[in-house]
């Protein structure tokens, strides 16, 4: 257990030497877990006190609901092995990276498949259960860290600093989305306490694009809350599109301090999202 526990620690240590803006996630608050059967943190960081204050000097959470934001999850279990995995999924639904201790073969492995059960519509609106795999971002050794370093590396949303960074930066960090010429001003005079919040909901609408598949349900299983407008407003929702018509871009995410929103469409063709309007939710 002891070389279990050290190969963590080194884990964490690269991670956060590559991540400033990393943290850690546990079910529970870290000196509550149980290691073995009976073998819980809190006894192991009293004979190990500099591996301990090695993985304090990591900002930690607890429980997993605690990072995700409001709604998100809801409808969806995962399974590994036949066994929740409420940890795979928070991992999986945050776009992170799951770390364990490398007590079973199992393990060995620097992507984890797990089971994912969801609720949704299919194309023609009637409710469906979706079974599907999913693979998540795992490391338990320094050599699963090392394979995922060029993503590690990738300039933190937390380091974003004015709205203009994001519309550069767009094509790298939502590989699922399309931005309308006119959101191009908008984010440069976008709220820069808005620029982080913004940034986060926009790379959870496109990772939830990239999990869809059009031809089985109508919508992607969003990992924030995404709603559509009423009726009598959607009528401040039309936009001209890349090819000159006007459409409804209605769907929209939400984004802090204040009412800031994210506007857009779905673009079922292409497996993608057009997003036509980012600020202040409109017709306030």
Not at 42 to 47: G, H, L, N, P, V
């Amino acid at each position: 257990m002891d070389e279990a526990m050290k190969r963590f620690v080194d884990v964490l240590n690269t991670v956060i030497a590559q991540r400033k803006d990393a943290y850690l996630v546990s079910k529970v608050n870290l000196k509550e877990l149980e290691l073995a059967p009976g073998y819980y943190l809190e006894e192991w960081r009293f004979a190990n006190v500099d591996e301990w204050r090695r993985i304090r000097s990591m900002q930690g959470r607890a429980p997993f609901r605690s990072v995700l934001p409001p709604g998100v999850g809801e409808g969806v279990d995962y399974s590994c092995a036949g066994r929740p995995a409420e940890g795979l999924g928070a991992a999986h639904l945050m776009d992170g990276v799951l770390v364990s201790l490398l007590v079973d073969t199992a393990w060995d492995a620097s992507w984890i498949q797990a089971e994912r059960t969801s609720l949704a519509e299919d194309p023609e609106g009637e409710p469906v259960v979706i079974d599907d795999i999913v693979e998540v971002r795992h490391a338990a050794t320094l050599a699963h860290v090392d394979s995922h370093l060029e993503w590690l590396k990738q300039v933190g949303i937390p380091d974003l600093k004015h709205g203009s960074q994001i519309w550069d930066a767009r094509g790298d960090l939502y590989p699922k989305l399309l931005f309308l010429p006119r959101t191009e001003r908008q984010f440069a005079n976008l709220r820069q306490d808005w620029v982080v919040s913004a940034a986060h909901e926009l790379r959870r609408i496109d990772h939830a694009i990239g999990d869809w598949n059009p031809q089985l349900t109508r919508t992607p299983t969003w990992r924030s809350k995404v709603t559509p407008e009423g009726e009598t407003r959607k009528r401040l929702c039309r936009f001209e599109d890349f090819d000159g018509i006007m459409r409804v871009f209605d769907l929209h995410g939400r984004f802090t301090p204040d009412e800031g929103r994210a506007y857009f469409r779905l673009v079922p063709e292409m497996g993608k999202a057009t997003v036509a309007n980012i600020g202040l939710k409109l017709g306030i």
